[in-house]
């Protein structure tokens, strides 16, 4: 091994185990953070953002909501919770027969998942014009918004189910004019 890929390799490694240690540091400043706050928490999850380990982001599960936090390793000052977003698990109601949605109840799977005919949330929650469906159409985009990076979301307004319809085509044929807008 020349030394030209070991100096590579050390550093590689070096950078990984340094991010390794960022990231539970940045864990345990995200849950005293909580404690102090008085926050209750079901799961917790931190990511750094792309391409450093000094920005942290934190997703957090409670009972019935989420909220969101960022966090610098050079932040001295105490961390902002976002306001709890809720689950509004029951704009779901009518769909819980539906293999997909159980998923990703029971699983906390992405939205991304789709079930055997290439359906996913959105295209679910576009499929019905029945009363509450563009609050369940709104849910499902500002989750979205939430865990994805623009050009995921961007990919995920526009998937495509097996024939070929996006999220959009389903809300104009099942007369939900209001949540293509």
């Known amino acids: ?56 982001s934190s997703l957090i599960e409670t009972k019935n909501g989420y909220r969101t936090a960022y966090y610098s390793l050079f932040d001295n000052k105490e961390i902002t919770y976002s306001k709890e977003f809720s689950k509004n698990h029951h ?30 949330a959105l295209h679910l929650a576009c499929s019905n014009n029945k009363t509450g469906y563009q609050e369940r159409v709104q849910l499902v985009l500002d989750s979205a918004a939430i865990q994805m990076d623009e050009i995921t979301y961007f990919k995920f307004i526009n998937t495509q189910t097996n024939e070929e319809n996006t999220p959009l085509m389903i809300s104009l044929q099942s007369g939900s004019f209001d949540s293509a807008d």
């Open 91 to 120: 704009l779901l109601e009518p769909y819980m027969d539906q293999k997909v949605i159980k998923q990703l109840i029971d699983m906390k799977a992405s939205l991304e998942l789709q079930d055997e005919v290439g359906w996913n």
């Open 1 to 56: 091994m020349s030394n030209f890929n070991k100096i590579v390799l050390s550093i590689s490694t070096t950078y990984l185990v340094i991010t390794i240690l960022f990231k539970w540091v940045s864990f345990n400043k995200f849950e005293k953070g909580l404690q102090e706050q008085n926050i209750s928490y079901l799961e917790m999850d931190t990511k750094p953002s792309p391409l450093n380990s000094i920005l942290w």
